[in-house]
């Protein structure tokens, strides 16, 4: 059973930073896809981004260019470090293990979240 622990999130001014963590157990995480959700009020899930176990990675294009997804191996743990933040992006945000990467999909269970709450 894969378990997913995320952290990190909280209130940030527009502009400003946010690194969020996910500890992942119950699999072998060195050789998983890896991929960051969030989900707004009123909204569906949506794709952030993604790192391969090669450590290739893709972004959604609402956050490409002002986010970084990384993997530390040896802490089976991914991060999501989140720069010049919008109120757009308000959400909670969810990783998860990748099933398939064309299309983007991932296991049915998810961890809590960690909301991130974008506002002066």
């Known amino acids: 059973q894969v378990q997913l622990v995320e952290s990190g999130g909280g209130l940030v001014q527009p502009g400003g930073s946010l690194r969020l963590s996910c500890a992942v157990s119950?699999?072998?995480?060195?050789?998983?896809?890896l991929g960051w959700y969030r989900q707004a009020p009123g909204n569906q899930r949506e794709f952030v981004a993604y790192i391969t176990s090669g450590r290739g990675t893709k972004y959604a294009d609402s956050v490409q260019g002002r986010f970084a997804i990384s993997r530390d191996n040896t802490k089976n743990t991914v991060y999501l470090q989140m720069n010049s933040l919008k109120a757009k992006d308000t959400a909670v945000y969810y990783c998860?293990?990748?099933?398939?990467?064309?299309?983007?999909?991932?296991?049915?269970?998810w961890g809590q979240g960690t909301q991130v709450i974008v506002s002066s």
């Open positions: 998860n293990v990748l099933l398939s990467l064309f299309p983007i999909t991932s296991l049915d269970s």
């Open positions: 119950g699999t072998t995480f060195i050789r998983k896809n």
